[in-house]
T-cell receptor, first 110, second 114 residues
Framework: QKEVEQNSGPLSVPEGAIASLNCTYS??????FFWYRQYSGKSPELIMS????GDKEDGRFTAQLNKASQYVSLLIRDSQPSDSATYLC??????????FGSGTQLTVLP | DVKVTQSSRYLVKRTGEKVFLECVQD?????MFWYRQDPGLGLRLIYF???????EKGDIPEGYSVSREKKERFSLILESASTNQTSMYLC?????????????FGEGSRLTVL
């Protein structure tokens, strides 16, 4: 079982819609949770971090964390073609190391 | 802005060659990491360092070694390159402490081993 699992996609949404990206993790001792965005041919960049249960909003992005269900998600409201990228979920486990999921490829259709 | 610079964007090497990948960061970060990224496998941690002269094995250290002689520089060494080490290599840096997952990545080094 992978430590951090994501649907690989591809996920396609129309422009202006809400894109929902999901991630589950296996280490119950995980403390910190991150979403990275990676454009094709580029390196990952951090877009959201969340450390406690609930929602965290930053502009059009909302990260949601449910530690009891070992689930973290990223919502992108009013999706734009420029949001088309691969989104990587990352989790800092009890060993303090950051473990990445394999990513979900998102395409926003104009 | 944080800048993480990797010395080579593209390299082509022969099987058995020794390969050096250099990474320099300019933000005085304590933590530095080397990942490799392969399609369908995501980012996998090779080695990391939380301090000068300190190194720790990640998930896939076999066939690799690292060097951190200065705080800003973290080098990845492939002692004898093999074809299964063909990959994108990503260096990252970050602050120490609780936010050890907030990383800044370099542009990557795409290595092809023939």
């Amino acid at each position: 079982q992978k430590e951090v699992e994501q649907n690989s996609g591809p996920l396609s949404v129309p422009e202006g819609a809400i894109a929902s990206l999901n991630c589950t993790y296996s280490d119950r001792g995980s403390q910190s949770f991150f979403w990275y965005r990676q454009y094709s041919g580029k390196s990952p960049e951090l877009i959201m971090s969340i450390y406690s249960n609930g929602d965290k909003e930053d502009g059009r992005f909302t990260a949601q964390l449910n530690k009891a269900s070992q689930y973290v998600s990223l919502l992108i409201r009013d999706s734009q073609p420029s949001d088309s990228a691969t989104y990587l979920c990352a989790v800092t486990g009890s060993a303090r190391q950051l473990t990445f999921g394999s990513g979900t490829q998102l395409t926003v259709l104009p | 802005d944080v800048k993480v610079t990797q010395s080579s964007r593209y390299l082509v090497k022969r099987t058995g060659e020794k390969v050096f990948l250099e990474c320099v960061q300019d933000m005085d970060h304590e933590n530095m990491f080397w990942y490799r990224q392969d399609p369908g496998l995501g980012l996998r941690l090779i080695y990391f360092s939380y301090d000068v002269k300190m190194k720790e094995k990640g998930d896939i250290p076999e066939g690799y070694s690292v060097s951190r002689e200065k705080k800003e520089r973290f080098s990845l060494i492939l002692e004898s390159a093999s074809t299964n080490q063909t990959s994108m290599y990503l260096c990252a840096s970050g602050l120490a402490g609780g936010t050890t997952g907030e990383l800044f990545f370099g542009e990557g080094s795409r290595l092809t081993v023939l």
